[in-house]
């Protein structure tokens, strides 16, 4: 049935190999109450699809990388992501560093990724 947590999985674009986040919330299952057979199967059945890395379903979504919006996508769970990540050069590395911290991010990109340099920046 639906998660009480935060997912966080990331694709894979088909067309240019960038690598995305996708987060999804907390999302109640159908009222209970007021049962429909068909939205609790259709909402159990996607559940199950999902957790099995998409399989079965077809996901379009727009790639900020090539800018182009298409279903050429991978699931891939974190360690996958971590493991890709590794094969990258090290300047690519620093694109996928997850901060939101913008001054973190600015240090980042300036090459330092110590935390003394992120307080001189403030």
Not at 31 to 40: G, Q
Not at 81 to 109: G, H, M, T, V, W
Request: hydrophobic share 30%.
């Amino acid at each position: 049935m639906s998660s009480r947590f935060l997912q966080k999985d990331f694709l894979k674009c088909g067309n240019c190999t960038f690598m995305h986040r996708y987060a999804r919330g907390y999302r109640p299952i159908p009222n209970p109450i007021l049962f429909k057979s068909d939205v609790h199967c259709r909402s159990f059945s996607d559940e199950q699809r999902m957790s099995a890395g998409y399989s079965g379903m077809r996901l379009s979504t727009k790639c900020p990388s090539c800018e182009k919006l298409h279903s050429k996508w991978t699931w891939m769970d974190f360690q996958t992501f971590l493991d890709e990540k590794e094969k990258l050069p090290l300047s690519e590395q620093r694109k996928y560093l997850l901060s939101s911290n913008p001054l973190k991010q600015q240090a980042i990109a300036e090459g330092s990724t110590s935390t003394r340099t992120v307080a001189a920046v403030q």
